[in-house]
């Protein structure tokens, strides 16, 4: 009886059984890789917006506060998105012939709200609150990132469940004090620029983040990672 | 091996294989079936009933896919149903399997080698039509790899408390296992089709399946080995699956789950239904493809006694939690006890005692015992008899809450019927194609069994 198979499939028996591990590894890591890039998650992807608003302009190039447009984020839930007649408060004034400016205008007009591109979108399972993250001393760039060097607006972190955790498990990481929440050029602490609370100089993030949530009574880890503090 | 073949001789018990035989005829007789034998029509009505069965199945899986759990008859405070009572069900018949396989190879009981090949054939089915169910039964089926634990973007891992989690790993090992040592066995036996067979396309198939087995002594001894290794493996499982599965209900708090008999009664039920099934096969296998000679009375009088051992410790588990119910003086468990016997459910309940128990009493008759045709009732009997016993401890238990404003009753749909009956069709039909294209005995295992195989010294 002839062979059925050439001797060379020896090897390639072998060859794709060693393989197979490494190929199947190989999949789950891009998997894994790709629900965690900007194709998924939109971190990064600048939208396209009825008017080219920028944040650059408006909060580096004028010193325009967080607080003048989105008035309800330190009370409430969402940080709240200007009606027309926030704009045209200045822009009445300057630029009111600005072609770029004719949906805002069109807008006040007709009375008709400007129908933004939403940038920073949570999932409706998941309950958010911004005042409470501002009131703990968490800086509007921690989360937002260098919105004021942002021409046009995007998403800088991931916003998935394992970013939310990261800092709701270690919250002295991240927290500064809270009269340098809207300061958008706050540096940590380090030897070189130490910060000033209640007299006391801290040169340590970790020293300082415990301090503040001594300072702003923030709840336990257990508590702030439990289930149902997100998902009510 | 050939000695314990003298021996039973000796003691006048039917053999494990009828005289008269060759490593010819053996090998011939079980080949034949898969190589030459043309399939009958018998075959294609069963396989085509059982065919359109699991279409049945995966036309309930997709409604409730596409409606939801609310199809079923699943409510608060009956949140288990129907799923779960299968998935029990069907887990337990799979462990006759492994133990065939596993705990009868290490103690050398020869008989085992007739049953094993399908015995291991329907733990992998049996397997296959369990994890369907909690699969299907969380309610967004397609994040049901939630389960497992992988480095997934919610920077959270599975509750590893729970005993649903060691569900997942008992379920899925014992998969795998099974899997393995199955296919293991079949290597020597692919080897032989791939040298009888006269069709160069399936001298491909077989061959590439069969490894290259060229049948050297090396080969067996590396075999033999790896053999033993992976029974060694499989035999915890046989104990620990359905023990975890006992802790589903074990951990919980509710009356009639609550109890540390769980974990053997759980163990020795699983076997119980486990033989009952091998029966279920093997009867009408060995009558239609003639194998009589090699599925002998003996190995119908072994898993009778095997089917009245477990038998009675299941009985045995059943007056303990009787027994607990009184004696705990915990109210909540004398009235699971009083509303078992006298509540909605006491029909089941009452039918339950009636096959698990007193009718298989009869199997204490050696005539009885060799009878195959009552031992195919009597297996079937046990069969709805560990199915009701499912079916109480999930359903009886819970819809009495400890609220009787909470109090409710469990109404199986049509779709919960059409899962369960599905999954029983998608079980035979894969037995109905694992007959024509694997040898449903094992060839080599049999040769060991005859007289050829003495090694005289």
């Known amino acids: 009886m002839s062979q059925i198979f050439h001797r060379s499939t020896n090897t390639l028996s072998r060859a794709t059984i060693f393989g197979a591990v490494f190929v199947l590894a ?36 004028l010193g325009i506060d967080c607080r003048y447009c989105h008035t309800s984020v330190e009370t409430s839930s969402f ?60 800086g509007c760039n921690t989360c937002h990132g260098p919105v004021d060097l942002m ?32 300061n958008m050029r706050y540096q940590p602490p380090s030897g070189s620029t130490p910060v000033v609370v209640d007299g006391q100089s801290y040169t340590d993030q970790v020293n300082l983040g415990t301090a503040l949530i001594q300072k702003y009574k923030v709840r336990s880890v257990k508590d702030i990672t439990t289930c149902s503090t997100c998902h009510r | 091996m050939s000695e314990q073949y003298k021996s039973s001789t000796e003691l006048e018990r039917a053999p494990v294989i009828e005289p008269g035989h060759t490593f010819g005829t053996v090998t011939e007789k079980i080949s034949a079936i898969v190589l030459t034998r043309p399939a009958s029509n018998g075959w294609f009505i069963g396989f085509g009933i059982c065919f359109m069965l699991t279409m049945m199945l995966l036309f309930a899986i997709g409604y409730l896919f596409l409606k ?78 939630w389960l497992f634990p992988y480095p997934s973007t919610m920077g959270v891992w599975p509750q590893f408390r729970s005993p649903l989690m060691w569900d997942v790993f008992a379920v899925s090992t014992y998969a795998t296992i099974s899997a393995l040592f199955w296919f293991m066995g079949l290597i020597p036996d692919f080897a032989t089709l791939r040298d009888r067979s006269d069709k160069p396309a399936l001298r491909i198939i077989y061959g590439m399946l069969s490894f290259g087995w060229r049948g050297s002594a090396r080969h067996w001894h590396r075999y033999e080995t790896a053999y033993l290794l992976l029974a060694g493996l499989a035999t915890p499982l046989v104990l620990s699956v359905h023990t975890v599965v006992s802790f589903d209900f074990a951990v919980g708090i509710v009356p ?37 000679d090699f599925i002998t009375e003996r190995h119908l009088q072994n898993s009778a006694k095997v089917m009245l051992a477990t038998g009675l410790i299941v009985a045995y588990g059943y007056f303990i939690e009787g027994f607990m119910g009184w004696y705990s003086g915990d109210r909540y468990d004398a009235f699971t006890l009083w ?25 204490w008759i050696r005539r009885l015992r060799t009878s195959p045709i009552a031992l195919f009732f009597i297996s079937g009997v046990i069969l709805v008899g560990m199915w009701l016993e499912r079916f109480i401890i999930v359903v009886v238990s819970l819809h009495r809450d400890f609220l009787t404003s909470s109090w409710g009753m469990y109404y199986p749909t049509r779709w919960d019927w059409m899962t369960y009956i599905g999954t029983i ?16 005995i094992s060839i080599f295992e049999m040769r060991t069994l005859l007289p050829e195989a003495e090694v005289k010294e």
């Open chain 2, 425 to 440: 069709g998608m079980f035979l039909a894969a037995m109905f194609l694992f007959l024509r294209i694997l040898p449903a």
């Open chain 2, 339 to 363: 509303n078992r016997l006298h509540g909605p459910y006491a029909v089941p309940y009452w039918m339950l005692l009636i096959c698990n128990i007193f009718i298989p009493q009869v199997l």
């Open chain 2, 256 to 292: 009639g789950w609550h109890t540390t008999i769980f974990p053997p009664y759980f163990v020795a039920g699983a076997i119980y239904s486990g033989f009952a099934m091998v029966l279920m096969l093997a009867i009408p296998i060995r009558k239609i493809y003639g194998l009589e």
């Open chain 1, 26 to 61: 190989a999949l789950t890591w891009v998997a894994m890789e790709i629900q965690r890039s900007p194709y998924v998650t939109y971190a990064g992807v600048r939208k396209t917006q009825p008017v080219p608003f920028s944040h650059q302009h408006h909060v580096t190039g």
């Open chain 2, 68 to 145: 939801g759990i609310g199809i079923w008859g699943v409510t608060i405070p009956i949140g288990w149903g129907f799923a779960i009572v299968n998935f029990v069900w069907w887990i337990g018949i799979g462990h006759a399997g492994t133990l065939i396989s596993a705990i009868l190879l290490l103690l050398r009981q020869s008989w085992r080698n007739s049953i094993n090949r399908f015995a291991e054939a329907m733990t992998l089915f049996a397997v296959a039509s369990a994890g369907i169910f909690p699969a299907i039964h969380v309610g967004r089926p397609w994040l049901a790899y």
């Open chain 1, 151 to 182: 021409p046009l607006m995007y998403q800088q972190e991931s916003l998935q469940m394992e970013w939310c955790l990261g800092c709701h498990r270690a919250p002295q990481n991240h927290l500064r004090p809270r009269d340098q929440v809207f």
């Open chain 1, 79 to 138: 940080a709240g998105i200007p009606p027309t007649k926030t704009c045209m408060n200045c822009h009445s004034q300057i630029w009111t012939n600005a072609n770029l400016l004719e949906p805002v205008r069109a807008s006040y007009r007709s009375g008709e709200s400007l129908q933004w591109t939403r940038v920073n979108q949570l999932p409706d399972f998941v309950y958010f609150n911004h005042s409470i993250h501002i009131n703990k001393g968490v």
